[in-house]
């Protein structure tokens, strides 16, 4: 059995490039090519792919996304060396990656890598590999260069990993940028807020991506990118069927780092005024606060003691005297959520009505240059 002696490298973005490095360090001979044409400073490279991989006998193909493998993939389809061993570090959908490994058989490695650039340059990745065993053991000695190897079944069960594993990072980042709008909201300094939050459960991140989370412009590069994120968590989504809280997407430029993303201001002011609105209704018993949260066209629904409800605006503020309650002072209500995609937005608050809990949620939609709630429905709580 013999270990592959030139290796392809196809695809120098920020995976590619950190492991064609990592390898040529190690005495790897490496031959890259990228679409762009850019190489990183130790790695030779050529402009024609097919010219890579026809020296070598292991191709490691470090593509964006599966469309990607896919086209390079049939462009070098013809030079590949009937011996050679493609090992494919993309992050793609389980479909995707069966799809890749049944056309390539047994000469093709699925491998997806958990850990970023750093551990890519010091070798401290860990690789899902899924592979044939003959595929396994001639890539072997490459994979172990890069970092850890972990068998899994098949190709799909090592995307489907290496998706969770994402989404865990995505939970992670939206977990920080929670804490860091309180943090704001509370007028706290940035600094220190990053000093307390990195002694705690999302301390690795904090530290990684300090230059990232000051607020400032930053020098540092991107390391693993909004865009490939939000690239993942749709692939997720959708090979789950189970709606996902990232699938959206952070909000932050496609092309900047994650951590830049835990960043985003708080929603805008405006979108809160129709429910700070609502809620003044609530607290005075006045309904002109109503008009002013709702579109006239609003209906208000939920179940009213068994039966399904739906009334119109005129109706609902009808049911008001006012005047506030007379347990006001004891009564509480909180946003819970906000979600803005561009021109609606749904909202979700609870409000603590004696002995009552009611969660609303509403429908908001910004015409006529403000928002306004279209639609609430209510659950009112045993
Ligand atoms: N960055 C991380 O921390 C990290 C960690 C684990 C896994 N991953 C996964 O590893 C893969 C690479 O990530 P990355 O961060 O290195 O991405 P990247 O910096 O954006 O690099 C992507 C590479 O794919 C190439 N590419 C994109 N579309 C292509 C197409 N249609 N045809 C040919 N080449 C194409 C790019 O070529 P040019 O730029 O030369 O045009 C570049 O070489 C992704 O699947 C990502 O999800 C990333």
Same mark, same amino acid.
């Given at each position: 059995?013999?270990?592959?002696?030139?290796?392809?490298?196809?695809?120098?973005?920020?995976?590619?490039?950190?492991?064609?490095?990592?390898?040529?360090?190690?005495?790897?001979?490496?031959?890259?090519?990228?679409?762009?044409?850019?190489?990183?400073?130790?790695?030779?490279?050529?402009?024609?792919?097919?010219?890579?991989?026809?020296?070598?006998?292991?191709?490691?193909?470090?593509?964006?996304?599966?469309?990607?493998?896919?086209?390079?993939?049939?462009?070098?389809?013809?030079?590949?060396?009937?011996?050679?061993?493609?090992?494919?570090?993309?992050?793609?959908?389980?479909?995707?990656?069966?799809?890749?490994?049944?056309?390539?058989?047994?000469?093709?490695?699925?491998?997806?890598?958990?850990?970023? /650039?750093?551990?890519?340059?010091?070798?401290?990745?860990?690789?899902?590999?899924?592979?044939?065993?003959?595929?396994?053991?001639?890539?072997?000695?490459?994979?172990?260069?890069?970092?850890?190897?972990?068998?899994?079944?098949?190709?799909?069960?090592?995307?489907?990993?290496?998706?969770?594993?994402?989404?865990?990072?995505?939970?992670?980042?939206?977990?920080?940028?929670?804490?860091?709008?309180?943090?704001?909201?509370?007028?706290?300094?940035?600094?220190?807020?990053?000093?307390?939050?990195?002694?705690?459960?999302?301390?690795?991140?904090?530290?990684?991506?300090?230059?990232?989370?000051?607020?400032?412009?930053?020098?540092?590069?991107?390391? @693993?990118?909004?865009?490939?994120?939000?690239?993942?968590?749709?692939?997720?989504?959708?090979?789950?069927?189970?709606?996902?809280?990232?699938?959206?997407?952070?909000?932050?430029?496609?092309?900047?780092?994650?951590?830049?993303?835990?960043?985003?201001?708080?929603?805008?002011?405006?979108?809160?005024?129709?429910?700070?609105?609502?809620?003044?209704?609530?607290?005075?018993?006045?309904?002109?606060? @109503?008009?002013?949260?709702?579109?006239?066209?609003?209906?208000?629904?939920?179940?009213?003691?068994?039966?399904?409800?739906?009334?119109?605006?005129?109706?609902?503020?009808?049911? @008001?005297?006012?005047?506030?309650?007379?347990?006001?002072?004891?009564?509480?209500?909180?946003?819970?959520?906000?979600?803005?995609?561009?021109?609606?937005?749904?909202?979700?608050?609870?409000?603590?009505?004696?002995?009552?809990?009611?969660?609303? /949620?509403?429908?908001?939609?910004?015409?006529?240059?403000?928002?306004?709630?279209?639609?609430?429905?209510?659950?009112?709580?045993?």
């Amino acid at each position: 059995m013999t270990t592959p002696h030139t290796i392809a490298v196809l695809g120098l973005g920020r995976m590619g490039g950190a492991m064609a490095s990592r390898l040529a360090a190690q005495g790897r001979d490496i031959v890259g090519w990228t679409r762009s044409g850019r190489t990183p400073a130790a790695v030779t490279s050529t402009g024609d792919p097919n010219e890579a991989v026809a020296a070598a006998g292991l191709v490691l193909l470090a593509l964006f996304d599966a469309p990607a493998c896919r086209q390079v993939l049939d462009r070098v389809r013809g030079s590949l060396r009937d011996d050679t061993v493609i090992v494919n570090t993309a992050t793609v959908a389980p479909a995707e990656a069966a799809e890749l490994a049944r056309r390539f058989g047994p000469s093709y490695v699925h491998a997806p890598l958990i850990g970023s /650039v750093p551990a890519a340059t010091a070798g401290d990745l860990r690789i899902l590999a899924a592979a044939d065993q003959g595929a396994l053991a001639r890539a072997r000695p490459v994979l172990d260069t890069l970092g850890t190897v972990r068998q899994v079944a098949d190709a799909a069960t090592a995307a489907a990993l290496k998706l969770i594993a994402n989404n865990s990072l995505a939970g992670a980042v939206l977990a920080l940028r929670d804490s860091l709008r309180q943090a704001d909201a509370l007028g706290l300094p940035r600094a220190q807020v990053l000093d307390v939050l990195e002694h705690g459960q999302l301390g690795g991140l904090v530290a990684r991506k300090r230059p990232f989370l000051l607020g400032g412009p930053t020098e540092a590069t991107a390391e @693993f990118t909004v865009g490939a994120l939000a690239k993942d968590m749709a692939l997720l989504a959708a090979a789950s069927g189970t709606p996902l809280r990232s699938a959206a997407g952070p909000a932050a430029a496609p092309e900047a780092d994650i951590a830049v993303a835990a960043t985003a201001p708080a929603v805008a002011e405006a979108v809160l005024e129709p429910l700070r609105a609502y809620a003044r209704g609530h607290a005075t018993g006045d309904p002109a606060h @109503f008009r002013d949260a709702f579109l006239p066209t609003a209906h208000i629904e939920g179940m009213r003691d068994g039966a399904f409800v739906s009334w119109r605006l005129d109706e609902y503020c009808a049911l @008001f005297p006012g005047e506030p309650a007379p347990d006001e002072p004891a009564r509480s209500r909180r946003v819970d959520a906000v979600d803005v995609h561009g021109t609606v937005a749904t909202a979700t608050m609870t409000l603590s009505h004696g002995a009552d809990t009611f969660t609303d /949620v509403f429908l908001l939609v910004r015409a006529d240059g403000g928002w306004r709630i279209a639609n609430k429905a209510y659950h009112r709580h045993d």
